[in-house]
């Protein structure tokens, strides 16, 4: 069954730092701590919730609230201090992190504004699959911002990227005509300026599509005529 195409977002890969990848993704919802209690787990201290969409990358985590006029919310591995879950909500992601970098208030490409402020970051994610991998992805990187040892990072992170282009398959449901059949079907990536996006290119007689390993765009597949 197809799946739906996704409104067009905030997030773009060029928000994120040089030679950073994009991991996984999951639905979320955001309590924001208070400014007199930003340590507190609890409900009563937590009364606000932004819904959005929770971004784990190699060197960051990236929240894109839905409300426009909320800006996007980055946290660098390299300020973050811990993350983890509460015992009581599985589902939960904690963030202990001392900068929070916010970006495209109201959609606009406004300088970004760092906010040093130690609290904690708590997250509930929403329909997820696999919040085990989710969580452990997140800590692995944020474990592996620590080594000074890049070239080791930098494996690690492929082989993450490599599990996830593995699963990785076209869905046939987005081909034009039902009379199309796939000629060529393999592992690409396409190449922009600043972007590369990993995914799976398929060719038939009439046209070419490539279906992005992540939905960072309103459509899930891209397709050209022959």
């Not at 599985?90 to 208030?105: A, G, K, L, T």
Request: glycine fraction near 4%; include cysteine.
């Amino acid at each position: 069954m197809a799946t739906l195409p996704r409104p067009k977002g905030r997030f773009s890969l060029v928000l994120l730092d040089e030679g950073e990848y994009y991991i996984d993704d999951n639905s979320a919802v955001y309590f924001p701590p208070t400014e007199t209690n930003p340590q507190r787990l609890d409900s009563a201290s937590r009364p606000f919730q932004i819904k959005g969409r929770l971004y784990v990358c190699s060197l960051s985590v990236v929240f894109e609230p839905q409300d426009l006029s909320t800006p996007i919310y980055r946290f660098p591995y390299k300020t973050t201090l811990r993350v983890g879950t509460l015992r009581s909500h599985p589902d939960s992601v904690v963030i202990s992190s001392s900068q929070v970098i916010e970006m495209r208030q109201n959609g606009k490409n406004t300088p970004y504004h760092f906010r040093e402020f130690s609290a904690e970051h708590l997250f509930e994610l929403k329909y997820a699959t696999s919040a085990d991998t989710f969580l452990a992805n997140l800590s692995t990187l944020q474990q592996l911002s620590r080594s000074q040892d890049r070239f080791e990072v930098d494996i690690q992170v492929r082989e993450m990227i490599a599990a996830r282009e593995r699963q990785l398959v076209f869905d046939p449901s987005w081909l034009v005509s039902l009379s199309e059949r796939p000629l060529f079907d393999q592992l690409a990536a396409r190449v922009q300026p600043l972007v590369e996006m990993p995914g799976r290119v398929v060719v038939t007689g009439s046209r070419v599509y490539f279906q992005p390993l992540h939905r960072v765009d309103a459509s899930p597949v891209e397709r050209w005529a022959l």
